[in-house]
């Protein structure tokens, strides 16, 4: 069976020698994302605490890089990069148009709730 | 392989069977499709960790202040711990990947040993796991709960919290635990709490630089502290219940809510972990046998390596919904 594997990461601005050098490289990209999240956990920056669509800066940042880890767990240690365009679309389209859909209803009620409560029409702290 | 399978006459026709429009073999796809599925059911999860959240925006407990200790070191750790945890499982993830590579070199002594530190990284998680479970059904400074469940903490006058058992003085009149023997023989009653709320209020009366906070998280994005005056009448008037820790019923962090998502949805990532780890012994042992080797590919290797990385990608998100954001 021949395996080829598609070796460029950052569309192509990063090509790597052979499969293995690609899984180092891409840990260190995920290592280094995962160090970055956890110094920002730490410090908070007053910078970030800026209310953007709903949340805090910083929470988008989160998602953002958790989405961008996500990525490329999926596509250099799960292999995706190497799956037919098929399979990809089925496995990735499906979930993601499924779970933005579930977070949108789920979110949408949660804040109605709680606009509910804040009003004062059922007294929580007592 | 020839001898077993007949040949059905079929081969190479679009739809005669055989084809794999996928390039990819019907277990590999399987087992995407499962995790699908399986990806879906944890979306259900932290979509409803999102719904109660959001339903609790002014009050939900903090995590740096739930999740601050480190094994072996005293002090205020926020974060720290589960970075390392996810570091863990990432290595293991890597590791499972190079086993997975070596597998299609056939290279039989390098996949038995990725798949061996494969297993050692992911016992090192669900233990880590188990002690953060620990520390949290532990908990530190303990809280009272008011009428209507919510928790007040205490601090003292520079913020820093202060625990419930270094500040409760006894009270008179003593709460004995109901048993079967000297009351309704049908009914039974749990172990008391360590200390009973008016112990608390003497504590609170007794030191005058203690106040109360409460959960509702003020402008700065800090929980509430009252007033000396509100401090007392707040203890007095609402305080029900002394808690220590978290459980499914209470939480000394904040709403019980929190607990309970957090020993769902980190129970149920452990158990896919645990259940992930079984499966690598399995196949680590059917390697060492030489299994694949016979087989002519290490096909298996890799679909077990799907199922491991996504328990990766899981962790992923619990990680930055329970921890960071």
Known sequence: ?126 | MDTTVANTGAEGKTWGGGNEPLKASYGKMMMWFFIVSDALTFSGFLAAYGFSRFKYIGSWPIADEVFTHVPFFHGNYPMIYVAFMTFVLIMSSVTMVLAVDAGHHMNKTKVTWYMFLTIIGGLIFVGSQAWEWGTFIKGDYGAVQTKGGNILQLVDNTGHRVAINDIALDAHGERVAHERKNGLWFVDEGTLPAYTVDEVYNGLVANPNVLVRTQIINEEGHKTVLSREASLAKLKDEGVLVVQGANLKVNEYGTSLFADFFFFITGFHGFHVLSGVIINIIIFFNVILGTYERRGSYEMVEKVGLYWHFVDLVWVFVFTFFYLV
Request: with cysteine; aromatic share 16%; glycine share 6%.
């Open chain 1, 1 to 126: 069976m021949a395996h080829e594997h598609k070796l460029e990461i950052f569309r192509g601005l990063v090509k790597f020698k052979s499969n293995t050098q690609k899984i180092w490289g891409v840990l260190i990209f995920l290592a280094l994302i995962t160090a970055v999240e956890v110094i920002l956990g730490i410090y908070k920056p007053e910078s970030f605490m800026a209310k953007f669509l709903g949340m805090k800066l910083l929470n988008w940042v989160f998602i953002i890089l958790t989405i961008v880890k996500a990525y490329y767990i999926t596509w250099d240690f799960m292999h995706m990069r190497d799956e037919t365009k098929a399979l990809r679309r089925m496995v990735v389209w499906t979930s993601i148009f499924l779970i933005c859909y579930l977070i949108f209803i789920l979110l949408q009620e949660g804040g109605y709730i709680e606009s509910v409560y804040s009003n004062g029409y059922v007294k929580k702290d007592f």
